[in-house]
């Protein structure tokens, strides 16, 4: 897919926001899977985590579309 815009009946959108879409679905399923292995204690400051941790997944979509199309 790489940097191109998406043409939706028009519209034209940025692939960043499908990115950022995956991203969030990506750090959604993370998230659930290191809150029940590690537990609630272990990991401090959920909302720096949760952001930090949608940040990493979205570059790492946008990294592995933009590099493979």
Same mark, same amino acid.
């Given at each position: 897919?790489?940097?191109?815009? !998406? #043409?939706?009946?028009?519209i034209?959108?940025?692939?960043?926001?499908?990115?950022?879409?995956?991203?969030l679905?990506? #750090?959604? /399923?993370?998230?659930?899977?290191?809150?029940?292995?590690?537990?609630?204690r $272990?990991?401090w400051?959920?909302? *720096?985590?949760?952001? #930090?941790?949608f $940040? !990493?997944?979205? #570059?790492? /979509?946008?990294?592995?579309?933009?590099?493979? *199309?």
């Open positions: 897919m790489g940097l191109r815009e !998406i #043409a939706l009946g028009g034209y959108f940025s692939p960043l926001l499908l990115y950022a879409l995956l991203g679905l990506l #750090a959604g /399923v993370l998230r659930t899977f290191l809150h029940r292995w590690l537990g609630p $272990v990991l400051f959920e909302a *720096w985590f949760d952001l #930090a941790l $940040v !990493i997944a979205t #570059a790492c /979509v946008a990294f592995l579309f933009s590099s493979t *199309w």
